[in-house]
Nanobody, 122 residues
Framework: QVQLVESGGGLVQAGGSLRLSCAAS????????MGWYRQAPGKQRELVAH???????NYADSVEGRFTISRDNAKNTVDLQMNSLKPEDTAVYYC????????????????WGQGTQVTVSS
């Protein structure tokens, strides 16, 4: 089992920055990819960014160039630095961990965090 705990959400003005952090614990040997999803009211959950155990990253087009995902394998943390935030970035952000990158990409990670709210005011 793996437990994921997110922190760092909050309220920020458009153009501002926030940093989300996800602390993972448990059987991390089975995890090869971690990522951040978000879900806005009335919208489907979206994979925003992911990172593999080797450090390969990928971003949704909507956040490319503004968000940066990073991973500290020694500390079992995954952070999401969000810059130049826009009102449309408002959502609940979820950390996720998966045994394979495919599971993450198809929206079926093995583990989910509880979510943290990010609100961007205009």
């Amino acid at each position: 089992q793996v437990q994921l705990v997110e922190s760092g959400g909050g309220l920020v003005q458009a153009g501002g920055s926030l940093r989300l952090s996800c602390a993972a614990s448990g059987s991390m040997n089975s995890i090869n990819a971690m990522g951040w999803y978000r879900q806005a009211p009335g919208k489907q959950r979206e994979l925003v960014a992911h990172i593999t155990s080797s450090g390969t990253t990928n971003y949704a087009d909507s956040v490319e160039g503004r968000f940066t995902i990073s991973r500290d394998n020694a500390k079992n943390t995954v952070d999401l630095q969000m810059n130049s935030l826009k009102p449309e970035d408002t959502a609940v952000y979820y950390c996720a961990a998966a045994g394979t990158l495919l599971r993450l990409r198809v929206g079926r990670p093995n583990y989910w965090g509880q979510g943290t709210q990010v609100t961007v005011s205009s």
